[in-house]
């Protein structure tokens, strides 16, 4: 049986794939009042069932608009205001199908001060 060894690449580095498990991560970003894309990456030539989950990094009383397209297409979109550093968020999921681009982007609604977010995709790759 063969070893999958994972490197991890960093921050916004597209989708890495290691055995059936597939993940993505921005690392945090400062997002201001302009749409600002957190990942960005097409799927390949496989399927993924997945999940989207947003995170703040610091406490704030903007409203930060996070948005998920599929092949250019607004699918989703979630508004937290009013949070503190580590608040855990509701989870997003999402069907990748094989070839497909998922971007997820984010800005702040309420004011142009730049505030610490990022964004994670994992999910279960299906061939």
Do not use: W
């Not at 399927?47 to 903007?62: A, L, N, W």
């Not at 979109?77 to 580590?86: E, F, H, K, V, W």
């Amino acid at each position: 049986m063969a070893k999958n060894i994972a490197t991890f690449l960093g921050g916004n580095k597209g989708l890495s794939i290691v055995g059936n498990h597939a993940y993505a991560y921005s690392g945090v970003i400062a997002v201001d009042n302009n749409e600002t894309d957190l990942l960005n990456f097409k799927s390949g030539k496989i399927y993924i069932i997945g999940t989207f989950q947003p995170s703040i990094h610091e406490d704030t009383s903007d409203n930060m608009f996070f948005k998920v397209y599929i092949n250019g297409v607004e699918v989703s979109a979630t508004l937290i205001g009013s949070t503190t550093s580590g608040t855990p968020f509701e989870e997003t999921e999402i069907l990748l199908p094989p070839l497909t681009n998922l971007k997820i982007t984010c800005d702040n609604d309420s004011s142009s001060s730049a505030r610490s977010v990022a964004a994670s995709f994992v999910g279960r790759v299906y061939e």
